[in-house]
């Protein structure tokens, strides 16, 4: 699978059902990490975007369990579609989402507020929130990591 395929496979698995606003808004995450001027991104990824991926544990869709459970949502059951290439291409190009901005982290809480730090160590800040996603931008903790 290309690198491609697989930004696209991820974009889809992440945030298929947010449209097109949440999709971009989780490609620009995605984006933000390979081109971090520092911190565990930067250590971890050295600006490649597969790392950032395959990175255990930093996306759900990545994860063939989730909370002991098979997790039956993950890239390799998502077949992209033309729009998924679209939005992958668009952020590859150096495309950002407005709103998004620097965010590094997002989550879907499952509820009307997000919470003020994520994750837990407090490296990143809530920024934002864009249809069921918080977003969060790194705190100078993020940089000691």
């Known amino acids: 699978m290309t690198t491609r395929e697989l ?6 698995c992440e945030a298929g059902g947010e449209g097109e606003i949440g999709m971009k808004g989780v490609a620009t995450v995605v ?15 050295q600006g490649d975007l597969r790392r950032i991926i395959e990175e ?3 996306f759900t869709c990545m994860m063939s369990t989730v909370y002991g459970e098979i997790n039956p ?4 059951v998502s077949t992209p579609e033309d729009i998924h290439y679209e939005i992958a291409d668009w ?7 407005i709103g998004v901005d620097e965010s590094l982290w ?3 809480p499952f509820q009307p507020v997000c919470a003020q730090y994520f994750p837990r160590n407090g490296s990143g800040v809530i920024h934002n929130r864009i249809q ?9 903790l993020y940089y000691e990591t």
Do not use: D
């Not at 949502?73 to 390799?76: F, R, Y």
């Open 132 to 140: 069921q996603h918080c977003f969060y931008i790194p705190t100078p």
């Open 73 to 76: 949502q993950t890239v390799w």
């Open 106 to 108: 997002y989550y879907n």
């Open 31 to 45: 984006m933000n990490r390979v081109n971090v001027a520092g911190g565990q991104y930067l250590r971890t990824g």
């Open 91 to 97: 952020a590859l190009s150096g495309n950002k989402l």
């Open 7 to 12: 930004f696209a496979r991820l974009i889809k």
């Open 56 to 58: 255990p544990g930093e």
